[in-house]
T-cell receptor
Framework: AQSVTQLDSHVSVSEGTPVLLRCNYS??????LFWYVQHPNKGLQLLLK??????LVKGINGFEAEFKKSETSFHLTKPSAHMSDAAEYFC???????????????FGQGTILTVHP | DTGVSQNPRHKITKRGQNVTFRCDPI?????LYWYRQTLGQGPEFLTY????????KSRLLSDRFSAERPKGSFSTLEIQRTEQGDSAMYLC????????????FGNGTRLTVT
């Protein structure tokens, strides 16, 4: 069984300040972890993924996330927010990448990021 | 790479009617997935195909729902005797058959049942 908890349903930051979106996961397997972003009326876009290689993962648009097994966390960060970052962000867990259930993703509830000028 | 295409973008139907949605995956992807997203929630897995074989179905997929991928290319999702609780965004995604290939999502079909 696997689950994801996004600790904040809404995060509000000012443009140019750091972003932190928190995620904790639970998985019976060694998981793959992802962050996806969803802009209004757009499809889900993959930001970054962790698949048991480096624990610090760099993604698109300056985002990165650190896998901490001891804390079962996979928080998403960005040093400086931009107005275009305003969107909904989903933390996602998948069973082991080689398993037949790969692609049966479990999504968190989502965090809406608001960026103020 | 033209991305995952879903049609229609929006569908409004009356309760009790049948609806069908179509998904065209990225051409070289042999895995195709359907997810459902209700307001304020993250997407939930419904089913997936590897080529034309439907390999797994969620218990969310009641007997009113049926998905097909007859030639291993496009897929259809049909909902019979729609109910208001079926109102949601239906998302399709595809991926290559490589261990950690990411899913590429379409823009979804928004269903409203009145």
């Amino acid at each position: 069984a696997q689950s994801v908890t996004q600790l904040d349903s809404h995060v509000s930051v000012s443009e140019g300040t750091p972003v932190l979106l928190r995620c904790n996961y639970s998985s019976s397997y060694s998981p793959s972890l992802f962050w996806y972003v969803q802009h209004p009326n757009k499809g889900l876009q993959l930001l970054l993924k962790y698949t048991s290689a480096a624990t610090l993962v760099k993604g698109i648009n300056g985002f990165e996330a650190e896998f901490k097994k001891s804390e079962t966390s996979f928080h998403l960060t960005k040093p400086s927010a931009h107005m275009s970052d305003a969107a909904e962000y989903f933390c996602v867990v998948s069973p082991n990448a080689g398993g037949t259930s790969y692609g049966k993703l479990t999504f968190g509830q989502g965090t809406i990021l608001t960026v103020h000028p | 790479d033209t991305g995952v295409s879903q049609n229609p973008r929006h569908k409004i139907t009356k309760r009790g009617q049948n609806v069908t949605f179509r998904c065209d995956p990225i051409s070289e992807h042999n895995r195709l997935y359907w997810y459902r997203q209700t307001l304020g929630q993250g997407p939930e897995f419904l089913t997936y195909f590897q080529n034309e074989a439907q390999l797994e179905k969620s218990r969310l997929l009641s007997d009113r729902f049926s998905a097909e991928r007859p030639k291993g290319s496009f897929s259809t999702l049909e909902i019979q005797r729609t109910e208001q609780g079926d109102s949601a965004m239906y998302l399709c995604a595809s991926s290559a058959y490589r261990g950690n290939s990411p899913l590429h999502f379409g823009n979804g079909t928004r269903l409203t049942v009145t």
